[in-house]
């Protein structure tokens, strides 16, 4: 029989009074990262303190002084919006009128599990790298709105990924810090005894054991494995310890504990799920569980496999060969043997199940063993799907390659997350609140177009000043630790011009992305950011992996030229790129910028931020932006063209970039009178942009494809 589980929601702060009593279940429950308003409820209470404790209520609540409390308790404005965000919050939290209800309600007694490595849910909680994190944290909000039974599974890493510093030469420095999980929204299941809720995986000579923590996000559970417990040597306590550790035993320790481990939990917690999603390969091993499972009670690992794939999905997301989770076969052999003696199969049968001829020799391919243990497969952009399509194609040898069993469903973003308060607020004087109910709709965006010019220019303005107070305020900060180079407090944004052109380029800094293209033309490039009239200032932000020593020397590339009396402190580059920095950045730049090598951009997301925001993308036809760009709504890097060799295709994307910068954006800018004015070139693109692409490119969108194209099919067994 099923344990009884427990969740005691711990108390930030004993002495919190009672008439605001529930500001403590709100910080265990992250719709309030979303809901403006029950932000400010927090915030109120001390901003300055709410930006040192880097917008972590449990932190606030722990610190805010008792007097200050005592005096929101009693204060009438205080209560009456805290009474309204309460009142909100439950009627969220209790709506059975929900979308997935409404559309779909012969269903609600089936549930889906979302495995992922990472979660990007928020700035205080480092449970993420870069964009696969931010779109599974984004789903897992967009879920909640909608109301789907979609349970979640994934890690708490008590070190996260890493903390970026720059060195005075620009290269890239990593620091660790260490997580308190006390200070997290994460609530500890216990059984009634008060022990912890366990669960267990075989590794090679030991059983590891991980605690299940759970994260609240708004209607949906987030389970979160942690093996830093005393039931483990020491060695294994650090298998949760960090993010895409570059060591493979680590690697594979992890993948087996998400994937296995994954289907465990959702055992030991009494959740059967009819739909079992794979966020990338790394949680496939998900799929050998479930066979296992079944081969124990008497099927042959075939008949099992055949079930499994009917109700698995799998999403892969890269595009690159290179780029694929893969594991050489001795350690296959060292960690699995037990494994295929359980399925029933010899060492060959189980090496075939994701055997990859490789340069480096035989491999164990993740996305293989996803592939073919699901039938409910896509990539995350239309040219994504051909991409990959064509990348697996020979596991599909009989077929024709557009009958590869890999759809596609482009990624998106969640609006509440993402778009400015502001923003939010035209949006609700100018279009109604529908957007609000259906942000996929696009008949809810028509109305863009009856916004005053000069009240979203002002807007947009108000946007951009906040990204410069922010740029300023944490340049300040570095310099009053008095451990950097004053050439380092330029590099960090002092001399930017609030009123200048301002382009956006953040994101993390491997090889394809091509960080360094804008530098091709030095000169010319020099001329454009220093023009007298009409400069033009660029904004990076961005990690390149630890053990990524190209990516690295792109991220120096940058800085030197960034340190360059030349580029006028107009260049910039914001240390440690993470969810506040996007945020600032989407809301406040006038144009962002993406120079992927195409193909291998996926899909790409941060683009979509920028683009409800009233931004303007400057970005390569690759990914998302394929599909987004309609000749007015942004511009285009280069064309669709394939080219014979990297240089060339440089060479051609940075000529297209500097010629459309010279001939279409910047001129199109600078329309205008005085910067508080409106220019009549700009603002019928950004009104397009934000009209065309918000519905388009929002996880409303993304949810309910997956609903309808994967979720409902693989829980009917299709
Ligand atoms: C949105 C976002 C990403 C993803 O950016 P892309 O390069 O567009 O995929 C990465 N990191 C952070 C912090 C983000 O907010």
């Known amino acids: 029989m099923q344990k009884k589980i427990y969740e005691r929601v711990p108390a930030a702060n004993p002495e919190l009074p009672e008439r605001i009593g529930r500001l403590n279940e709100l910080a265990y429950n992250l719709w309030w990262a979303w809901n403006p308003d029950a932000l400010y409820l927090y915030r109120k209470l001390n901003k300055t303190l709410w930006d040192h404790v880097q917008h972590n209520p449990i932190i606030m609540l722990q610190e805010v002084p008792l007097a200050t409390l005592k005096k929101a308790a009693e204060d009438p404005e205080y209560l009456s919006s805290y009474d309204k965000v309460m009142a909100d919050f439950d009627a969220y939290m209790n709506d059975k009128n929900t979308w997935y209800n409404r559309n779909y309600p012969n269903h609600s007694d089936k549930s889906i599990a979302y495995l992922s490595f990472e979660f990007g849910l928020h700035e205080s909680i480092p449970a993420y790298a870069g964009g696969l994190g931010i779109l599974a944290g984004d789903h897992l909000k967009e879920s909640s709105d909608m109301g789907l039974p979609l349970n979640a599974i994934g890690f708490i890493y008590n070190q996260g990924y890493f903390v970026q510093k720059i060195s005075e030469d620009g290269w890239q420095e990593t620091s660790n810090f260490y997580l308190d999980f006390h200070k997290l929204p994460i609530i500890p299941l216990q059984y009634e005894d008060g022990s912890k809720v366990l669960v267990s995986v075989s590794l090679p000579g030991r059983v590891i054991y991980a605690q299940i923590w759970k994260m609240q996000v708004g209607r949906i559970s987030l389970y979160l494995l ?186 998106g973003v969640h609006s509440f997350s993402w778009l400015s308060r502001r923003m939010g607020l035209v949006f609700d004087e100018y279009l109604g609140t529908d957007w609000r109910m259906d942000p996929d709709d696009p008949k809810n965006w028509e109305k863009i177009d009856e916004i005053p010019d000069q009240v979203l220019w002002d807007v947009r303005r108000h946007q951009k ?34 009123d200048a052109l301002t382009i956006g380029f953040a994101r993390r800094f491997p090889t394809y992305k091509r960080g360094y293209l804008i530098l091709r033309d030095y000169e010319r490039l020099i001329r454009l950011l220093n023009d007298i009239d009409r400069p033009v200032q660029i904004i990076f932000s961005g990690k390149a992996h630890p053990a990524d020593e190209p990516g690295k020397l792109i991220v120096q590339q940058l800085y030197r030229a960034i340190k360059d009396h030349r580029t006028g402190g107009r260049m910039v580059f914001l240390e440690d790129y ?141």
């Open 226 to 411: 942690d093996t830093t417990i005393p039931e483990n040597s020491s060695y294994d306590q650090q298998l949760t310890a960090k993010l895409y550790t570059a060591d493979l035993e680590t690697r594979i320790s992890q993948e087996i504990l998400l994937g296995i481990g994954g289907v465990r939990a959702m055992r030991t917690l009494g959740i059967a799920p009819a739909v079992w999603h794979m966020n990338e390969g790394h949680a496939a091993f998900l799929a050998l569980e479930r066979c296992r499972e079944m081969v124990e009670e008497g099927k042959t690992f075939e008949e099992a496999a055949a079930i499994v794939r009917k109700s698995d999905v799998f999403t892969t997301h890269t595009p690159v060969p290179a780029g694929n989770d893969k594991f050489p076969i001795w350690l296959i052999e060292k960690y699995f043997a037990p494994m295929w003696q359980k399925l029933g199969m010899n060492r060959d049968q189980f090496i075939d199940l994701a055997k990859e001829n490789t340069e480096w020799g035989e491999q164990f391919t993740m996305p293989i063993l996803a592939l073919k243990l699901s039938e409910h497969n896509n990539g995350v952009s239309a040219l994504h799907g051909v991409v990959s399509r064509n990348m697996w194609h020979f596991l599909w040898p009989e077929r024709k390659v557009e009958d590869v069993p890999i759809t596609s469903i482009t990624n």
């Open 465 to 498: 000043r906040m990204l410069n107070n922010y740029i300023t305020r944490a340049a300040r900060k570095a310099w009053l630790t008095g451990s950097v180079h004053p050439v380092q407090i330029i590099a960090g944004g002092v001399l930017l011009e609030p």
């Open 578 to 718: 993470n969810m506040d920095i996007a945020r600032h950045l989407v809301q406040g730049v006038d144009v962002w910028m993406n120079t992927p090598r195409r193909p291998n951009e996926a899909s790409g997301t941060s683009g979509m931020k920028a683009a409800m925001n009233g931004a303007l993308n400057f970005s390569v036809l690759d990914g998302w932006w394929a599909e987004g760009y309609n000749g007015m709504n942004g511009w285009a890097i280069g064309t669709e063209q394939e080219y014979s060799s990297n240089e060339a295709q440089d060479d051609a994307d940075a000529l297209s970039l500097y010629e459309t910068l010279e001939n279409e954006i910047i001129p199109k800018y600078y329309n205008r009178t005085d910067p508080a004015a409106p220019s009549a070139d700009w603002m019928p693109m950004m009104k397009n942009a934000i009209k065309t692409l918000s519905p388009m490119f929002s996880t409303r969108r993304m949810v309910s494809e997956y609903v309808r194209k994967m979720y409902l099919p693989a829980m009917e067994n299709k």
